[in-house]
Nanobody
């Protein structure tokens, strides 16, 4: 079983910064893409940013320039550095990963439980 544990959310003032972390653990052969999604109250879940095992990144237009996704393949951890935060960035941020399970060599996709980011003065 593969699990994701997020950390780093909290309350921050507009214009401030936060860094989210998401660590994968469990029985897997490899992790391909890791990413961050967010869901604000009353809205659908949306992609924030993704990163492949090779380091290719993809960002939502609304966070380009302000957010940076990075990854440590040794620690199986993905990070999201969020700068110049705006009230509209307030949401639950969820980590996602896909890859191949160990032994069975079948595909998996897993979600974390989410961490709340609140941007408010």
């Amino acid at each position: 079983q593969v699990q994701l544990v997020e950390s780093g959310g909290g309350l921050v003032q507009p214009g401030g910064s936060l860094r989210l972390s998401c660590a994968a653990s469990g029985s897997f052969f490899s992790i391909n893409t890791m990413g961050w999604y967010r869901q604000a109250p009353g809205k659908e879940r949306e992609l924030v940013a993704t990163i492949t095992s090779g380091g290719s990144t993809n960002y939502a237009d609304s966070v380009k320039v302000r957010f940076t996704i990075s990854r440590d393949n040794v620690k199986n951890t993905v990070y999201l550095q969020m700068n110049s935060l705006k009230p509209e960035d307030t949401a639950v941020y969820l980590c996602n990963a896909d890859g191949i399970r160990r032994y069975a060599y079948t595909d998996f996709e897993v979600w974390g439980q989410g961490t709340l980011v609140t941007v408010s003065s």
